[in-house]
């Protein structure tokens, strides 16, 4: 077995030494912190299923997001800096009203930073009002909007609705868990992701 399926099983199965002693030998082994990221998410997706299936209870789930938090210290300092120090300009992102989930969301801030990206982080659980306040104080380039729950998508779209009854012309990207290209059309986005890398490169789009 690869150190990654290794990985992925540790992280399902909650073993967090084995999960940070996994990560720094990846680490050594030369792997990208983004790449491991997106092996640990699979790992994270295998708790979630567990969960679902009632084999694992939500003091589980809060234990899953607890190992993250030690991988996001070992993993977020290295992801680098790009070599282009041009600011790209500002965008405003949270997680929308009714999901607490910001795992994610966060790694897409990290690496936004990372490229000279200017992130406001209005955090999880935000009303309509939020985004609506914080747009016109920060006057962002493109907005983001996070969610991992079902229920997130029908905020998504109520909090579009009213984004783009304010300004028509700012880019709304949307990402987490339940979104794919059905669900941004559905939600009047202007584009979607499916992870933290391909987040960079629709934002790059808009603020270019
Ligand atoms: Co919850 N949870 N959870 N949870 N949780 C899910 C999402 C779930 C799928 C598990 C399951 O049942 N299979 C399920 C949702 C079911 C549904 O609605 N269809 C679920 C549930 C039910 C719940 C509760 C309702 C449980 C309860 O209370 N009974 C509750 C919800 C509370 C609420 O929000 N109101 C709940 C709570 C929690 C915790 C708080 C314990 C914890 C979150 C901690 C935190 O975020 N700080 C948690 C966790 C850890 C999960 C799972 C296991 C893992 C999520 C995660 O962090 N993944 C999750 C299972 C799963 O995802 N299949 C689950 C790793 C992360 C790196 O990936 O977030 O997908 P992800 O982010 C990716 C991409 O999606 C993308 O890039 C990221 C990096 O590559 N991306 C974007 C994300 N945002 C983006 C924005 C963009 C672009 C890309 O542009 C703007």
Redesign the pocket.
Known sequence: MTNEEDLINAMADLEEEKVLDLTNQLLKDGKKPVEI??I??KG??I???K??SKEYF?AD??Y??EI??EINKILMPLIKKSGDSKQLGKVV?G?VK???????????IGLLRAEGIDVIDLG??KPIESFIEAIKKEKPKAV?????????IDSMKKTIEAIKSLDPNIPV???????DADTCKYVNAND????????VK??KKYLD
Request: glycine fraction near 12%.
């Open positions: 990221f997106n640990i998410r994270m997706t708790v979630g299923d969960f679902a939500l789930l809060i899953s997001a993250f938090e992102m997680t009714n999901d607490i989930h910001d795992i994610g969301k966060n790694i897409v999880v659980d983001g909007l996070s969610g991992l729950l079902t229920l997130a990207i949307v990402g987490g868990g339940p979104v979607w992701a499916p992870d933290a890398v391909e987040a629709v934002f």
